[in-house]
């Protein structure tokens, strides 16, 4: 048995339960789940070398990982049924992807983990159940840091705040899209730009009503959902010019402007592989 963590799941954390993670192999095989598959055309007998169009990752992470009472806390090592019917009530009943975030490896960093449990066991020591192996499934092919927040509030509607953001993502030759929530002071346009690369966003919104933009999703939503184009000035002529704010690798030098409080929110991918 190998090493104890630390681990929150589902909003519930794994001290509060007397629970560590631990690698039961001596010599685990770890898995960085980054196997890629090029996307190319076909040769023929008028094309020599095929058309490149880019790399896939072939499938999501997926690693094994087993729970125990945490020695340093609990005797009493074997589990009851009621407490591992709690803890697979607590595992096995989220249907979409939640956050596991366990500590990394030379513990410096957390590392957040989005995915589902997909599998449970019970590892037996002499007929009693001692801990219970279990399949995390992620939605991506890694993990990500603990989020970046950067929050701005320039000083009127015609004020900007210019600051930098680092990306410091192990995909450095894609751009990364935060999650930004504007709460407007007043009703008016606001923007937002990367002046690294020289573009901007700039929407309409109205006072104290929140709005929230996930860049990856191509969305922009308030608290009633997704937002109309002609709720935020946007016309079906602007649509080859839209522009979702997106971050390159390195640093981004951001501006903001506009009677409002924005909050930026990013995860770095960290190719790390699996937990053990």
Request: glycine share 8%.
């Amino acid at each position: 048995m190998k090493f104890g963590k630390y681990f929150t799941y589902f909003g519930r954390d794994s001290r509060e339960w007397g629970l560590c993670l631990v690698s039961l192999d001596t010599n685990p095989e770890y898995s960085f789940g980054l196997d890629r598959n090029i996307q190319k055309g076909e040769v023929t007998k008028f094309r020599h070398a095929a058309n490149h169009l880019g790399a896939r990752y072939a499938d999501v992470l997926t690693f094994d990982i087993c729970v125990v009472k945490d020695p340093d806390t609990l005797t009493d090592q074997v589990f009851s049924e009621s407490e591992y019917r709690d803890i697979l009530a607590w595992f096995t009943s989220p249907h979409l992807p939640q956050e596991l975030v366990v500590m990394n490896e030379i513990g410096t960093e957390e590392m957040y983990y989005y995915g589902l449990f997909t599998a449970a066991a019970p590892f037996m020591v002499a007929g009693r159940i001692c801990g219970i192996t279990l399949t995390f499934t992620c939605s991506s092919q890694f993990g990500f840091t603990a989020p970046d927040v950067y929050t701005k509030t320039p000083s009127g509607s015609n004020s900007s705040v210019t600051f930098t953001i680092d990306n410091t993502s192990d995909e450095l030759e894609m751009p990364l899209y935060p999650i930004i929530r504007i709460n407007p002071a007043s009703t008016g346009t606001v923007k937002i730009g990367n002046m690294t690369i020289g573009k901007e966003m700039a929407i309409k919104v109205k006072k104290d009503n929140t709005v929230t933009i996930d860049c990856q999703n191509l969305t922009v939503k308030d608290t009633a959902g997704v937002l109309r184009f002609s709720d935020l000035g946007w016309s079906l002529d602007d649509l080859e010019s839209i522009w979702f704010p997106e971050l390159i690798y390195g640093k981004n030098t951001m501006i903001v402007t506009g009677d409002a409080t924005f909050t930026i929110t990013c995860q770095y991918p960290r190719k790390v592989g699996d937990i053990v």
